[in-house]
């Protein structure tokens, strides 16, 4: 069972982030404020779920939470300004539309850009910690890896149905094959450098 808050009596908002590692698609965020009493002893880790269990908690979190909210930044937005500080942005947006104000963030990872006039604690493997992270981290990716379905209709040959513009051995295949479209992140490194071979012989 995961922590409920990080301070008794505050109104909290977990926040994090998905997509920040792919070559394809916005990077997700997702903030969640949880009843102080929240129970569920399956809510953890986006990560350390099956696909299942993350579309059963999506619904879970989405009817039990005081207050949830997703936002992203696009690919063209990410080359402008970095992962980073898109990552963060992407909080941001999601805090901003929040419909109740959090008193305190409570953000999955080692650093922040604070907004403005909330506190905020970031917390290294934070989704693995406190249930409010955890919660934002199963919207996140789920309502990510959705989009990316979605745009796998247009762009079959990247396979982002299986992927979700993850840098996949296919799917650097494809862009090799087949170039990059308006979603790839023209600023990440799509294709490795050609590997120069010397032959001294």
Known sequence: MLLPYLEKGRIEAGCD??????LAGPVFAAAVILPPDY?????????LLSKKQRDKLRLLVENDALAWAVATV?????DRIN????SFLA??????????????????????????????TAIIKGDGKYMSIAAASVLAKTWRDEYME???????????????????KAHRDAIRSHGSTPHHRKSFTLLPPVQMMLNFE
């Open 17 to 22: 982030e998905a997509g920040r590692g792919c």
């Open 39 to 47: 129970r569920n002893d399956v809510l953890n880790d986006s990560k």
């Open 74 to 78: 696009s690919a063209e937005e990410i």
């Open 83 to 86: 992962i980073l500080n898109a």
């Open 91 to 120: 909080m941001h947006r999601a805090i901003d539309s929040l419909k109740i104000h959090p008193e305190y963030l409570l953000i999955d990872g080692n650093r922040f850009n604070p907004f403005p006039d909330i506190p905020h």
């Open 150 to 168: 979605g745009l796998d209709g247009d762009f079959p040959a990247y396979l982002w149905r299986e992927n979700k513009g993850y840098p996949t």
